[in-house]
């Protein structure tokens, strides 16, 4: 497997993206009017003329990519869900606590399975040359690993960190501080590897293109390991934080003890350590997106360069990297920030040509039977509410 992931023994199909800044730009502008005229009830389609830009203009093997959804289907679904919750409020703020309740209750334990259906109706509107993709999995095992073992795991998490807590009173307080950021640490990347990783199995083995199947083998304890990996980049940043930021608090500890005015000893304080506040917010700023990078592309490597198509005749491959994510990531935020928004298009179709130039397709493609599955996806009522959900998946 890994001369064929090498690319020893067989052909390497790259992803092409020739999507330009100044046409998604034209885009951009005319869905910016259009949602403010139009108090947001735009906002549908917006999204999905954005993402039927970038669908038309990625191909692979000469072939394009086509989005078919409708902005009329995902407002009406948006619409719905928010009337339900809107719904719930209305009967908790009259004082009517259970029926409110039991209706919020019961659309947040609907999530996950709200997600599964949203994905089945993305699935079904995207395809390649004519053949449509689309997607199947367990609504009980997408249950379990969406919603009861993320809060299974977290209790967990929040109990050993009681435990720390408690057992750790003889240290002093930076050492226990340190002691319980790594445990939190740790306990995140399980949490992120564990529920990542299962949600990877379920939608790497659930997806079929046309009559053909994908799939996946892989492990949770990578995912954990990467999960923990991509976290601990925060380490270096949260010394750094403390030590900016640490005196600014025992001067505001000090001076609240001394007494005096609170808002004049306030204003002094934070005037006289401005620029160590703001060295701190801008290494906050940094460091979400530092993580954020690298468990994107951990993830999204992990998925990619274990998935496989029509019986491991094709495999997939993925090579961007955490640095590289975050350069770009933080030239969109910053350079967007500063021109007003106005260069996020360019820069917005610079990421998705990078990200593509790193993605290949391993195998003979023109030798893959092109046919469409002949059982059709199966819609209903579920689907057709779950349409507006669109949930972003950080591994594809």
Known sequence: MNDIVNGKHAERHKFVFTGKGWQFFIISLVNVLLVCITLGIYLPWAVVKCRRYVYSHMSLNGQVFSYKATGGAILAS????????????????????????IILGMLILSIPFMIVKS??????????????????????KAWLYLFALPFIIEVILGVVLYFVFSVTGFLGVIPRL?????????GLGVVNGVVYGKWMTLMGNGGHFGIHRFSIQISIKQCIKGCVLALSTLLPFIVVIGYLISPVFMQ???MSIMGGEPDTITSAII??????IMTGYALYFIAILVVVSYMYSTLRNLFLNHLTLANETLHFHSSITGSGMFLRMLMVMVVSSITLGLAYPWLKMYLVGWMARNTYVIGDLDALELV????PQNGGFLMWISRGIMPYVPFI
């Open 252 to 254: 505001l500890l000090q």
């Open 178 to 186: 340190i002691l319980l950021g790594l445990v939190m640490i740790l």
């Open 271 to 276: 005037m006289e350590n401005y620029s160590r």
């Open 119 to 140: 994905l089945q109706y993305q699935a079904m509107m995207t395809s390649l040359n004519g053949i449509n993709f689309s997607f199947e999995c367990s609504m009980l």
């Open 78 to 101: 948006f619409l719905l869900v928010i009337v339900v919750y809107a719904l719930s409020f209305y009967f908790i703020s009259r004082e009517q606590f259970v029926i409110g309740s």
């Open 372 to 375: 469409n599955g002949e059982t």
